[in-house]
């Protein structure tokens, strides 16, 4: 089995959350960053990336640091591919706490030489580059895009190979890929943790 390595973004800035840290913010009884630890586990590799060293003290989990973290995920994305041990890495917005190991499993299934990333595909045709695999051959273009300062990930995966993965095909619901920007966001997944699993 190809060996790779999981990355956790969780440096943004969470304006939308009046600077409330998405990543500990609760659900079912744990944090965000708490929950998506849970569902990597196998990976022989796990790192998060943040803006500065200190902000998550406790956790056993190597941290890298994302030297231009107002760029928003691209650099992110870029910190990750320069900083993990293998080739394909298994990038993770800390503010996605529904993603499952299953759904990520499935992901790992299609890594294959022809394509440079593999992105889940909701069924109103979205992708979503937050919770998706990347080669590390990815990241001179990464680098690229950085340098003529075009952050947009949607922009950097058009120029990409992508192997889409359409959850429709995969057996999951689009919520799997929730993620809270918004009090009004974080609302709603409360109310959903009050029904049965």
């Known amino acids: 089995m190809t060996k790779t390595s999981a990355v956790i973004l969780a440096g943004g ?11 500990l913010l609760y659900y079912r009884g744990k944090t965000f960053i708490d929950h998506i630890l849970g569902e990597l586990t196998g990976f022989p590799e796990i790192l998060i990336s943040t803006d ?14 994302d030297p231009k973290p107002d760029l928003g995920p691209i650099s992110g994305l870029q910190s990750a591919l320069s900083n993990a041990r293998h080739d394909w890495v298994f990038i993770i917005a800390c503010d996605m706490p529904l993603v499952t190991r299953g759904l990520i499993q499935k992901l790992t299934l299609n890594l294959i030489n022809e394509s440079n990333s593999v992105i889940p595909v909701t069924r109103d045709g979205r992708f979503h580059p937050l919770c998706a ?12 895009q950085i340098k003529k300062g075009n952050y947009r990930m949607m922009d950097l995966i058009a120029l990409m190979k992508v192997k889409e993965m359409k959850l429709e095909n995969l057996d999951f619901p689009d919520t799997i890929l929730t ?11 409360i109310i959903q943790q009050k029904e049965p699993l």
Request: hydrophobic share 30%.
């Open 52 to 65: 500065r060293k200190n902000r998550y003290p406790g956790f056993a989990i190597d941290i890298i640091i």
């Open 179 to 189: 993620n809270i920007n918004t009090p009004e966001d974080y609302d709603s997944l």
């Open 133 to 144: 695999f990347y080669h590390k051959r990815t990241l001179p273009l990464v680098n690229s």
């Open 13 to 23: 800035k969470n304006r939308r959350l009046s600077g409330t840290d998405k990543a």
